[in-house]
């Protein structure tokens, strides 16, 4: 099993930024895939951005390409997504999620954090 927390979510204005955390325990390695997920109101949980636990370069929705940016830590067993040029249609709640070991579905996944932005 895995666990996932996720922190640093928030109110923030247009064009600003937040960096949000998600902190992972359990059965987690450096062969675990990561990503990000959010989900506005009355809509559906879409895909942000993911790490292979293959390598290579990180994924990212074409709604954030260039303004967000994901990174891991794996001696911290923490991924992070950090969130610049923010825009009021960014607000949902983002949800942490982590692939088995060496698999490429989501299995695993966080409570979420409240990221909203004003206009």
């Known amino acids: 099993q895995v666990q996932l927390v996720e922190s640093g979510g928030g109110l923030v204005q247009a064009g600003g930024s937040l960096r949000l955390s998600c902190a992972a325990s359990g059965r987690t390695s450096s062969n675990t895939g990561m990503g990000w997920f959010r989900q506005a109101p009355g809509k559906e949980r879409e895909f942000v951005a993911g790490?292979?636990?293959?390598?290579?370069?990180?994924r990212y929705a074409d709604s954030v390409k260039g303004r967000f940016t994901i990174s891991r830590d794996n001696a911290k067993n923490t991924v992070y997504l950090q969130m610049n040029s923010l825009k009021p249609e960014d607000t949902a709640i983002y949800f942490c999620?982590?692939?088995?070991?060496?698999?490429?579905?989501?299995?695993?996944w966080g409570q979420g954090t409240q990221v909203t932005v004003s206009s």
């Open positions: 999620a982590a692939t088995r070991i060496m698999r490429v579905e989501f299995a695993y």
């Open positions: 790490l292979s636990w293959t390598g290579g370069s990180p």
